[in-house]
Nanobody
Framework: QVQLQESGPGLVKPSQTLSLTCTVS??????????WSWIRQSPGKGLEWIGY???????YYSPSLQSRASISRDSSNNQFSLQLSSVTPEDTAVYYC??????????WGQGTQVTVSS
């Protein structure tokens, strides 16, 4: 059974960088052909996909966030991370990590609330 767990600060000040880590157990993040994603949900809004890091290490981002988002991985610890720079209160959301496999997100973390406020 694959499990994902998000971790990171729950409060970030405006203009700073949001940093979150997803720890994966029960499966390797380098296994073909999985894509490890970050997704968020802002208050009163739907889910917004941020980007992914593939099993190969390649990355791809939502066009609306690609200038501020960066996803990396630590294969030795089976973790992948999100950095989102220059945050504003509009980046306040529940952030999820999830695994994507050919057509759907099959495993999700429980989500972590991040609030951007001074």
């Amino acid at each position: 059974q694959v499990q994902l767990q998000e971790s990171g600060p729950g409060l970030v000040k405006p203009s700073q960088t949001l940093s979150l880590t997803c720890t994966v157990s029960g499966g390797s993040i380098t296994t073909n052909y999985y894509y490890w994603s970050w997704i968020r949900q802002s208050p009163g809004k739907g889910l917004e996909w941020i980007g992914y890091i593939a099993y190969s290490g390649s990355t791809y981002y939502s066009p609306s966030l690609q200038s501020r988002a960066s996803i990396s991985r630590d294969s030795s610890n089976n973790q992948f991370s999100l950095q989102l720079s220059s945050v504003t209160p509009e980046d306040t959301a529940v952030y999820y990590c999830a695994r994507y496999e050919t057509g759907w997100f099959d495993y999700w973390g429980q989500g972590t609330q991040v609030t951007v406020s001074s």
